[in-house]
């Protein structure tokens, strides 16, 4: 499967944006989903994950009520939309994908089968 990362970019502290990707070479449906972050120097963290239907997410401690995931699989792509961003937020998010069954979802880099490249979000303060 392929994974394209998109809507990264430089927003002031308090700010958001709206981060998307797109897949292709499977059905997205029989995916979960998950998003993660690398900060320089810094080990690469989860942030996000939804389960094939939509109906399970799961967030980090640190996110928790400023982020949501999303899907919209007759679209094939999986959203991250970040609100309140603070300056701690700024990273490289990727996406990745994995096939599941019913409601599961994953919340390690190691679970994961298939990434994308990635897309940086810098938050100035």
């Known amino acids: 499967v392929q994974l394209q990362a998109s809507g990264g970019g430089l927003v002031q502290a308090g700010g958001s944006l709206r981060l998307s990707c797109a897949a292709s070479g499977r059905p997205f449906s029989r995916d979960a989903m998950g998003w993660f972050r690398q900060a320089p120097g810094k080990e690469r963290e989860f942030v996000a994950a939804i389960s094939r239907s939509g109906g399970n997410t799961a967030y980090a401690d640190s996110v928790k009520g400023r982020f949501t995931i999303s899907r919209d699989n007759a679209k094939n792509t999986v959203y991250l939309q970040m609100d309140s961003l603070k300056p701690e937020d700024t990273a490289v998010y990727s996406c990745?994908?994995?096939?599941?069954?019913?409601?599961?979802?994953?919340?390690?880099?190691?679970?994961?089968?298939?990434w994308g490249q990635g897309t940086q979000v810098t938050v100035s303060s």
């Open positions: 990745a994908s994995r096939p599941s069954i019913i409601s599961i979802l994953w919340t390690t880099p190691g679970e994961y089968t298939d």
